[in-house]
């Protein structure tokens, strides 16, 4: 399993909590998506699941498999609820000190445990598949997914951390569900070629 973490957009940029507002990707972001072409170049994957959202089905369109994606709203971010576009630094003026996503649910949003069960759907769905697939998300979403992968408790998705526009890429060990390669980025240069 692929994972493949949409490119930069001014939200992920600026830290913000980017959930289901639909936040294009930015100029950087676009670039970031041209550089996982390269990257994914040659590749075949029978099945091929995106969120429904634009920052990430651009990316999947930019790396070239658009035409054979299907949308999965299991896939979508994490509904922030109250706290969608805001940092955390924001949020904790409002909160005790040391609040995260991941020890504290979001107002009008969804629990950790909600985002879990989407997750736990997608390995259901890609580990019936019996190939090589690639998903095109978001950070927190794929953490989690991750996290669902290997048997451990979702929070665990803390420990985890993806940059844009990252490659990660989930398999086994014998018969173990095991990490494979992890936040892979084919992007730094083109950050320090383009400023």
């Known amino acids: 399993i692929w994972l493949i973490r949409h490119g930069e957009t001014a939200w992920s940029a600026a830290w913000r909590h980017t959930g ?10 676009r670039l970031q998506a041209e550089a996982l072409k390269q990257v994914l170049a040659g590749r075949s994957f029978p099945l091929v699941l995106t969120s429904p ?27 922030y609820g109250q706290y969608e576009g805001r940092t955390t630094a924001e949020i904790r003026q409002d909160l005790l000190p040391g609040w995260t996503i991941w020890n504290g649910n979001p107002p009008g949003g969804e ?46 998705g803390r420990l985890l951390f993806l940059n844009t526009a ?26 320090e070629d383009h400023g």
């Open 20 to 29: 289901r507002t639909d936040i294009p990707l930015s100029e950087a972001g």
């Open 53 to 79: 959202l634009s920052r990430a089905a651009e990316t999947c369109v930019i790396a070239g498999y658009g035409n054979m994606a299907q949308f999965m709203d299991d896939l979508m971010e994490w509904d």
């Open 111 to 156: 629990t950790l445990a909600q985002v879990a069960e989407r997750a736990d759907n997608i390995v259901e769905m890609v580990k019936s598949a019996k190939s090589d697939v690639v998903i095109f998300g978001h950070g927190h979403m794929l953490r989690v997914l991750a996290a669902c992968w290997l048997g451990l408790p979702p929070d665990a």
């Open 166 to 191: 990252s490659v990660s890429i989930l398999g086994y060990d014998r018969e173990s569900e095991a990490i494979i390669r992890w936040n892979n980025t084919c992007h730094l240069s083109l950050e």
